[in-house]
């Protein structure tokens, strides 16, 4: 366990041009942003990231432009589960082809109270056509996608597949669910979507943390995982706590875009794709707070 | 109100081959049965044809093949509606292209607890994208999709696009709801999915059903509509309610599919795909029993 890599990667948000288009240059310039100011790595295409409101094509297009620009593939993690196993395919089998240290794969998310073994073979699918140099970390976010990744789909996806299910990010908010995961599949890296959980996380044999605060206060989570056993933990965490808090009152993906807007004063990353909505004036005050909070991130 | 067509769409199920890829031939000459066994139309990849596991190239192509093999397009409501707006615009252009009677669109399902105001957004979007032919039917799905068609979102878009917005489907299964969308947009065809609802929605002054079971009971579902006014609307009723309560029974869409297979002696049309499973053996006898209550259902 204390050989395992304790680390942080960004659900990077998305930046959309006027006419909703893809704005690649501030994807991009945002990415190394975040790196530059103590990220691990990213992982675009997450939930923060509107993934889901992204086209397969524009997925696959951002995600070179990332590398073009020269970040390492080794530090990538892109989000690739679709409803279609053909979408998560050609995501999956693009970004192995470019290198990237895994992808995270939701499970196909429309249909609900499937069993675990329905959705086992739809793992398995994909596994089988994006061939062994495929990396898979679960994707377990029940809130959104109303199919779970239980402890004995774990179980049989790495019976079938130890060496491609190499991780699982729990979004679920649930501690205890995180825990057992981290306890029973010792062989995988298992990430808390929360910052607040990084020393239950880390003390437990987790990996890290994949968070949509990572988007705003990269330097203060960073800060945390380095000080875990300082004398400062309580105050960094109280400083990571009291900026996540803030957006959790909040429509979380566009309060995060709002706040990136403000680091980089410049309104263009505010924006969002239906069914979002721009966050309201009302809660300028509210995103200025978090901001302070979370410090200057340079090189924003 | 009396001068609303009275009728049914079927979701008709999507067969695959032993690869899992689409199976054209058998989903046209079933497609083609279900008309001659008196659907009035075909709702092509809804929910029950697994539509949300099928990719927009699958879906185009199939849609094609229906046309191509001389059904009208004047008889088909395709499902549109996927998570990123560009499919979702993609399908849309595309039916609306070969003159389809419209579509039925999903509002994008992955986030949930969304304001109406997003939800009006992206339909807003792929209307404003796809042009003044297209025809929406609003797809009211919550307990799949999350993200409920409310009623003051139909009053929304209504107001902004009252040529595109021409009907719904309620899925919820709460006729409570149906019946206000009735009564509040008399201008829009609404229908229910569930055909044992029939006489409540024809005297509410909906337009009809488009419901899982008219895959296995068209013949039957078409008599209590044609027989609503007659002395026999009371045996015509229990006889789909008779059909229709085995299948609630068991998972629906291999269920389905599996006595699609028993009635035309043909197990291949039993397959799903991933996160489905195929309906075990120990359901046989449940489904012989539906075959039976429907009875034949020439030319099958």
Redesign the interface.
């Known amino acids: 366990m204390t050989a395992r890599k304790i680390e942080l990667f960004v659900p990077v948000i998305t930046p959309f041009a006027s006419d909703?288009s893809l704005d690649t240059d501030r994807f991009v310039t945002n990415a190394k942003a975040l790196l530059a100011a103590g990220a691990h790595g990213l992982a675009p295409f997450g939930?923060t990231s509107e993934a889901?409101?992204?086209?397969?094509?524009?997925r696959m297009a951002a995600l070179e432009a990332l590398i073009g620009a020269g970040i390492s593939p080794s530090q990538l993690i892109p989000g690739t589960g679709?409803?279609?196993?053909?979408?998560t395919i050609t995501l999956s089998a693009h970004a192995t082809k470019l290198g990237c240290r895994g992808v995270l794969m939701l499970?196909?998310?429309?249909?609900?109270g499937?069993?675990d073994?329905?959705?086992f073979?739809?793992y398995?699918?994909v596994i089988d056509a994006v061939g062994p140099d495929l990396r898979v970390y679960l994707y377990h976010i029940p809130?959104?996608?109303?199919?779970p990744i239980t402890l004995n789909l774990i179980e049989r996806l790495l019976a079938a597949y130890p060496n491609a299910i190499v991780g699982l990010k729990d979004s679920s908010g649930n501690w205890e669910n995180t825990a057992s995961v981290i306890a029973a599949f010792p062989q995988i890296d298992t990430y808390s979507a929360s910052e607040s959980l990084i020393p239950e996380n880390v003390a437990a044999g987790g990996a890290g943390c994949i968070s949509a605060s990572l988007n705003v206060n990269p330097k203060g989570i960073r800060a945390l995982l380095d000080g875990l056993s300082g004398p400062d933990h309580k105050a960094l965490h109280d400083q990571v706590s009291a900026v996540r808090k803030i957006f959790e009152s909040l429509p979380l993906?566009p309060a995060i875009k709002a706040a990136v807007a403000q680091q980089w004063a410049d309104p263009e990353f505010a924006r969002v794709?239906?069914?979002?909505?721009d966050l309201g004036p009302e809660h300028a005050d509210a995103i200025s707070e978090a901001v302070r909070l979370a410090g200057p991130q340079t090189p924003r």
């Open positions: 909703l939930t889901n409101s992204v086209s397969v094509a524009e679709c409803c279609a196993a053909a979408d499970p196909p998310f429309f249909y609900k499937v069993s073994e329905g959705v073979n739809a398995a699918q809130q959104m996608s109303g199919v993906i794709r239906p069914p979002f909505v």
